[in-house]
Nanobody
Framework: QVQLVESGGGLVQPGGSLRLSCLASGSIFSIYAMAWYRQAPGAQRELVAA???????KYVDSVKGRFTISRDNAKNTAYLQMNSLKAEDTAVYYC?????????????WGQGTQVTVSS
């Protein structure tokens, strides 16, 4: 089973950028589709972006053109580059392994990393 550790969150002003990292260990990272989720206070966890083992990518509409998901299989790491951040992007961000077609996570949730967008 793969273990996941998220990092890279922080406090940023509106319009700023952050890059989140998701380090995986314990299994063969390259065979997994990976995804980033976020959960804002009082809201359900939502899928933000996903990348398949073959490099196919999908995004939720609200982040298209601003966020970029990528992966480096040699480093067992998935990334989420977030640009033009808005207050509504404030949330705890999590990564997970995912069934890409069903958009269903099936790994254990980590601690997540807090992203706060505020002036």
């Amino acid at each position: 089973q793969v273990q996941l550790v998220e990092s890279g969150g922080g406090l940023v002003q509106p319009g700023g950028s952050l890059r989140l990292s998701c380090l995986a260990s314990g299994s063969i990272f390259s065979i997994y589709a990976m995804a980033w989720y976020r959960q804002a206070p009082g809201a359900q966890r939502e899928l933000v972006a996903a990348i398949s083992s073959g490099g196919s990518i999908k995004y939720v509409d609200s982040v298209k053109g601003r966020f970029t998901i990528s992966r480096d299989n040699a480093k067992n790491t998935a990334y989420l580059q977030m640009n033009s951040l808005k207050a509504e992007d404030t949330a705890v961000y999590y990564c997970n392994v995912i069934d890409y077609g069903l958009e269903r996570p099936y790994g254990s949730w980590g601690q997540g990393t807090q992203v706060t967008v505020s002036s």
